[in-house]
């Protein structure tokens, strides 16, 4: 297919690491390149790119981590992604991963790549977990019988000696000089395309027959001729089965002589799932383990970033008193607190990410999503949704980081449309605050309870909607291949915290400290007061609002500031009734005296449906990818929080 592509001691060469998912791609290409990475997005896209590079007797390797895919046919943003760039000539060579537990079923992509006209290297990965599965796979015999390098590896723990072969392998590799049989027709359509298109005739002839919508819109550009004759050979549907069919009967035949079973099956595997996935059994273990990681990653995280936040906090007022002036209350007011709350939330993100790695490394956590998935298809989304939903009760901000989880961009735009809803810790303890100081224990409870129920049914509600109204709405259901159970490699979970973390200090973190900022502006200025700043202003401009919810100028303006933290609520109100913001009794004194029973139910309501924090709101807009979008979002939140106060307070009233 195509001549020796040998690159010599002091070349480089761009790696194409490509796989189906499960296979311990990311696993693999931690262990080729380390440390030396860069973090990004694809062009125009929200999904995570990779990039690294490695040193190998004087070859510059760089690789180049390729979403995990199960064919080269788009499908989904990954595939389009990882046939795109497969195309634009970038890679000098591919290495395909196969797991060498499913290797029958991983190695269907590696049938089409064969077409590409690149060099191709197969690692076989994970044969500790196909040994334990009672599979033996000859790496020698499925080299002969594919006709490609093959290289046996564990990625979790490989040698020098396996990585020396899969890079001498890569720097040695050539274009395969067979590939599957291919029906006639699909021959004679690759001479047709000849070289008319940017890409292997071959390949591209495949993916015509099998629908690739990117490629058929590139053949327009191509002479009558030769689209009429295209037009017609692609009018013969039966060639998309038998391409299938050929490309199955050689990875059979590969692997009827390559791979031996000894009998044990997937006990371990499956023996675990009878627990894991049973329908009563292994719902009760998931919401026992989810909560118990979101609790656990929270207590992590605050016992370093919370204790950095705590002490910035201390020091604001000493950093005020030493330098008076706007200066001197810039940097108290909001440069210090934005610090504490990056370092804090960073912490806290990083330790839940470190969590859920963990779980998704061990093969867990697609067990989750499947056996969720029932709960959350009504409201267009999907199992993998249920991640970031529990997250959201311990914190939205984290929450909303975490919706990367979800791969299709119409149900991770639901969910994040339906993450603010959920009552965070922040929002809850304004709530219990509130109905603990106005009502009798047992009402406040109820109190509590309902306005978080409300809070859920919103989000339930939104999801419906927007899976009414969204395009796209028949699109497939969850599919997805729940991976064999194995140990976690803590190199992999390090590399996933590591990417969290460099994309957040470049998107949230930078919005946070400029939110702060504009907050700090708004609340000081003209006067250097809050009493005296034009959200002061704002809050009595707002007042004929507040009356009509049952609480004065004084909550408008708490309820406006609750933006900035939720927890910064009841400091607010202190401030604003000249009482000390830690003097519990003197602020619930003081609410008793201010607002009614009703008004407080209200101001509960339009507390927990309120637009979220501004570190939750920097996360979005990062997440959304345009302020337009997560503007929309809060004028509707707000205009919702409103209009539900106004009816509870009315009602309340009424009764």
Known sequence: MGALRNHPAGKSLTVAVAGQPNTGKSTLFNRLTGLNQRVGNWTGKTVDRKEGAAL??????????????????????????????????GPDAVLAVVNAASVERSLYIVSELVALGLPV???????DVAEQEGRAVDAAVLSSALGLPVIPLVGTSADGTAVDALLRALSEASCPASVPAVPAKVSLLAEIIGAALPCAPLWAACKLF???????????????????????????????????????????????????TSGTGRGLTERWDRV?????????????????????????????????????????????????????????????????????????????????????????????AYLMDSFLSGLGIDGKSAIPLM???????????????????????????????????????????????????GTALLVVLGVSCLNLFMAGVVGRIMHATLPGRYANGLIMELPLYHRPNFRTIFGNVRTRAVLFLRGAAVNIFAALIVVWAISTFPGGTVETSWLYHF?????????????????????????????????????????????????????RASITPAGALAFIVASNL??????????????????????????????????????????????
């Open 121 to 127: 290297v197969v690692a076989l990965n994970m044969t």
């Open 210 to 260: 099998e629908g690739d919508e990117g490629l058929l819109a590139r053949t327009e550009t191509l002479s009558g001729e030769r689209r009429e004759a295209i037009r017609v050979l692609m009018g013969d549907a039966s060639v998309a089965p038998e391409l299938y069919a050929s490309r199955q009967a050689w990875i059979d035949a590969a692997c009827g002589k390559a791979v031996r």
């Open 539 to 591: 809050g009595r401009w707002l007042e004929p609002l507040g009356s009509f919810l049952g609480f004065d100028w004084r909550f408008t303006v708490a309820l406006l500031s609750s933006f900035v933290a939720k927890e910064t609520t009841a400091g607010t109100l202190a401030v604003l009734f000249s009482v000390g913001a830690t003097d519990h009794e003197a602020v619930v004194q003081a609410l």
């Open 610 to 655: 309120y637009i979220p924090c501004i570190a939750s709101i920097s996360v979005l807009r990062s997440e959304l990818g345009s302020w337009g979008r997560t503007l929309a979002l809060l004028a509707a939140m707000f205009a919702l929080a409103m209009g539900m106060a106004c009816a509870v307070y009315h009602i309340a009233v009424f009764v």
């Open 391 to 441: 997250m959201g009760f311990l914190c939205n901000t984290v929450s909303i980081a975490g919706s990367r989880v979800v791969d299709s961009p119409r149900r991770r735009l639901i969910t994040l449309c339906m993450l603010p809803f959920i009552p965070c810790s922040g929002q809850m303890g304004v709530a219990f605050l509130f109905a603990f100081a106005l009502f009798p224990a």
């Open 276 to 368: 894991l996935l049973h329908p009563l059994w292994g719902r009760l273990a998931a919401f026992l383990v989810i909560p118990a990681g979101c609790v656990l990653g929270a207590a992590l995280g605050m016992m370093t970033g919370g204790l950095v936040l705590f002490a910035v906090l201390a020091w604001a007022p000493d950093l005020k008193a030493a330098y008076p002036g706007p200066l001197g209350s810039l940097a108290a007011d909001a440069l210090l607190p934005a610090f504490g709350w990056v370092v804090a939330l960073l912490s806290m993100i990083s330790a839940l990410y470190a969590i859920f790695s963990f779980l998704e490394d061990t093969g867990y956590l697609a067990r989750v």
């Open 56 to 89: 190998w007797n004087g070859v510059a390797f760089t690789f180049v981590d390729l979403p995990g895919c199960y064919g080269m046919t788009p499908h989904s943003p990954e595939e389009e992604i990882a046939r795109d760039y497969l195309l634009s000539g």
